[in-house]
Protein backbone atom coordinates (compact mmCIF):
# COMPACT_ATOMS: atom_id res chain seq x y z
CA UNK A 1 0.00 0.00 0.00
CA UNK A 2 2.79 2.66 0.80
CA UNK A 3 3.96 2.44 -2.43
CA UNK A 4 1.09 3.72 -3.67
CA UNK A 5 0.26 6.47 -1.06
CA UNK A 6 1.34 10.35 -2.02
CA UNK A 7 2.44 12.62 0.20
CA UNK A 8 1.36 16.16 -0.55
CA UNK A 9 0.95 19.71 0.52
CA UNK A 10 -2.50 19.86 1.93
CA UNK A 11 -4.75 22.95 0.36
CA UNK A 12 -6.37 25.17 3.23
CA UNK A 13 -10.18 23.68 1.88
CA UNK A 14 -9.11 20.55 3.16
CA UNK A 15 -7.88 21.84 6.71
CA UNK A 16 -11.22 21.26 8.60
CA UNK A 17 -10.93 17.39 7.17
CA UNK A 18 -7.93 16.84 8.61
CA UNK A 19 -8.36 18.89 11.83
CA UNK A 20 -11.39 16.37 12.14
CA UNK A 21 -8.71 13.35 11.58
CA UNK A 22 -6.36 14.31 14.33
CA UNK A 23 -9.00 14.59 16.98
CA UNK A 24 -10.39 11.27 16.13
CA UNK A 25 -6.93 9.80 16.37
CA UNK A 26 -5.95 11.84 19.28
CA UNK A 27 -9.38 11.39 21.07
CA UNK A 28 -9.06 7.36 20.68
CA UNK A 29 -5.84 6.96 22.38
CA UNK A 30 -6.11 5.24 25.63
CA UNK A 31 -4.96 7.53 28.79
CA UNK A 32 -5.28 10.52 27.03
CA UNK A 33 -7.40 13.44 28.25
CA UNK A 34 -10.64 13.79 26.16
CA UNK A 35 -12.46 16.32 24.72
CA UNK A 36 -14.39 17.21 27.53
CA UNK A 37 -11.85 17.27 29.69
CA UNK A 38 -9.39 19.38 27.34
CA UNK A 39 -11.77 21.38 25.71
CA UNK A 40 -8.85 24.33 24.74
CA UNK A 41 -6.59 21.14 23.16
CA UNK A 42 -9.36 20.22 21.05
CA UNK A 43 -10.14 23.29 19.45
CA UNK A 44 -6.17 23.90 18.80
CA UNK A 45 -6.75 20.54 17.19
CA UNK A 46 -9.84 21.60 15.41
CA UNK A 47 -8.15 24.73 14.13
CA UNK A 48 -4.55 23.69 13.65
CA UNK A 49 -4.31 26.03 10.50
CA UNK A 50 -4.05 28.87 13.06
CA UNK A 51 -0.38 27.44 13.59
CA UNK A 52 0.45 27.95 9.70
CA UNK A 53 1.30 31.69 9.98
CA UNK A 54 4.28 31.57 8.06
CA UNK A 55 5.57 29.92 4.56
CA UNK A 56 7.98 27.83 6.58
CA UNK A 57 5.08 25.95 8.15
CA UNK A 58 3.53 23.43 6.13
CA UNK A 59 0.64 21.10 6.39
CA UNK A 60 0.87 17.38 4.07
CA UNK A 61 -1.41 15.13 3.70
CA UNK A 62 -1.05 10.92 3.08
CA UNK A 63 -3.25 10.21 0.32
CA UNK A 64 -3.86 7.20 -1.06
CA UNK A 65 -6.78 6.45 -4.06
CA UNK A 66 -7.88 10.20 -3.19
CA UNK A 67 -8.51 9.45 0.43
CA UNK A 68 -6.63 11.15 3.15
CA UNK A 69 -5.12 8.61 5.21
CA UNK A 70 -2.73 11.17 7.61
CA UNK A 71 -1.67 14.60 8.32
CA UNK A 72 1.65 16.12 9.65
CA UNK A 73 2.78 20.00 10.15
CA UNK A 74 6.54 20.71 9.24
CA UNK A 75 7.81 23.36 10.65
CA UNK A 76 11.02 24.96 8.96
CA UNK A 77 11.61 27.34 11.52
CA UNK A 78 11.22 26.30 15.32
CA UNK A 79 10.23 29.82 16.01
CA UNK A 80 6.96 28.66 14.38
CA UNK A 81 6.60 25.38 16.11
CA UNK A 82 4.14 26.87 18.60
CA UNK A 83 4.33 24.38 21.69
CA UNK A 84 5.17 25.33 24.88
CA UNK A 85 9.06 24.67 26.46
CA UNK A 86 12.01 25.46 24.95
CA UNK A 87 11.45 23.98 21.34
CA UNK A 88 10.32 27.16 19.77
CA UNK A 89 14.02 28.36 20.76
CA UNK A 90 16.20 25.79 19.23
CA UNK A 91 18.36 26.79 16.29
CA UNK A 92 19.41 25.01 13.07
CA UNK A 93 16.23 22.42 13.14
CA UNK A 94 13.09 21.54 12.14
CA UNK A 95 10.01 19.79 13.98
CA UNK A 96 6.95 18.32 13.38
CA UNK A 97 3.84 18.12 14.96
CA UNK A 98 0.42 16.63 15.28
CA UNK A 99 0.87 13.34 13.24
CA UNK A 100 -1.88 11.30 12.90
CA UNK A 101 -2.90 8.33 10.77
CA UNK A 102 -6.23 7.37 9.81
CA UNK A 103 -7.42 4.03 12.22
CA UNK A 104 -8.50 2.24 9.02
CA UNK A 105 -4.81 2.91 7.80
CA UNK A 106 -2.56 2.01 11.11
CA UNK A 107 0.03 -0.53 10.74
CA UNK A 108 0.22 0.37 6.71
CA UNK A 109 3.39 2.19 6.95
CA UNK A 110 1.50 5.49 6.14
CA UNK A 111 2.62 7.65 9.38
CA UNK A 112 6.55 6.65 8.30
CA UNK A 113 5.91 7.59 5.21
CA UNK A 114 5.08 11.40 6.58
CA UNK A 115 7.89 10.62 9.43
CA UNK A 116 10.45 10.29 6.47
CA UNK A 117 8.81 12.83 4.18
CA UNK A 118 9.99 15.71 7.65
CA UNK A 119 12.89 13.96 7.75
CA UNK A 120 13.66 14.47 4.16
CA UNK A 121 12.60 18.20 4.69
CA UNK A 122 14.84 19.19 7.47
CA UNK A 123 17.99 17.39 5.93
CA UNK A 124 17.01 19.65 2.57
CA UNK A 125 17.24 22.52 4.65
CA UNK A 126 20.78 21.75 6.61
CA UNK A 127 19.36 21.44 9.79
CA UNK A 128 21.43 19.66 12.39
CA UNK A 129 18.21 18.32 14.57
CA UNK A 130 14.57 17.63 13.85
CA UNK A 131 12.49 18.64 17.06
CA UNK A 132 8.90 16.42 17.84
CA UNK A 133 6.79 15.89 20.82
CA UNK A 134 4.65 13.21 22.29
CA UNK A 135 3.10 12.08 25.18
CA UNK A 136 2.74 9.05 27.44
CA UNK A 137 -0.64 7.49 25.62
CA UNK A 138 1.45 7.75 22.04
CA UNK A 139 2.79 4.74 22.28
CA UNK A 140 2.97 3.31 18.73
CA UNK A 141 4.06 6.88 17.93
CA UNK A 142 7.15 6.70 20.08
CA UNK A 143 8.22 3.17 18.93
CA UNK A 144 8.54 4.25 15.36
CA UNK A 145 10.18 7.28 16.49
CA UNK A 146 12.88 4.94 18.68
CA UNK A 147 12.98 3.30 15.30
CA UNK A 148 14.10 6.51 13.71
CA UNK A 149 16.70 7.46 16.46
CA UNK A 150 14.81 10.46 18.04
CA UNK A 151 16.28 10.32 21.40
CA UNK A 152 14.25 11.53 24.43
CA UNK A 153 15.14 15.51 24.68
CA UNK A 154 14.33 15.76 28.17
CA UNK A 155 15.36 20.06 27.89
CA UNK A 156 12.52 20.01 25.48
CA UNK A 157 9.85 18.80 27.50
CA UNK A 158 6.73 20.64 29.15
CA UNK A 159 3.47 20.72 31.10
CA UNK A 160 0.22 21.36 28.76
CA UNK A 161 -2.93 21.80 31.10
CA UNK A 162 -1.55 19.57 33.47
CA UNK A 163 -0.77 16.74 30.46
CA UNK A 164 3.15 15.76 30.73
CA UNK A 165 4.40 16.22 27.16
CA UNK A 166 7.88 14.80 26.31
CA UNK A 167 10.25 16.43 23.75
CA UNK A 168 12.55 14.50 21.47
CA UNK A 169 15.49 15.64 19.11
CA UNK A 170 17.04 13.21 16.21
CA UNK A 171 20.26 14.41 15.11
CA UNK A 172 20.32 14.73 11.36
Known amino acids: MTSKVI ?14 LVINVYSKLEGFPQPDVYPDYYSTLANFGELVIDPSVKVFKA ?7 GMVIYFDNMEFYGSGGTAPEEKNAGGFRLLAVKESAKGKGVGRLLIEHCISLA ?13 EAMKTARKIYDKYGFQRAVDLDFLHDGL ?9
Open 63 to 69: VYNQEIL
Open 123 to 135: KDSQHQNLIIHST
Open 164 to 172: DVFGYRLSL
Open 7 to 20: IALANKSEFKELGE
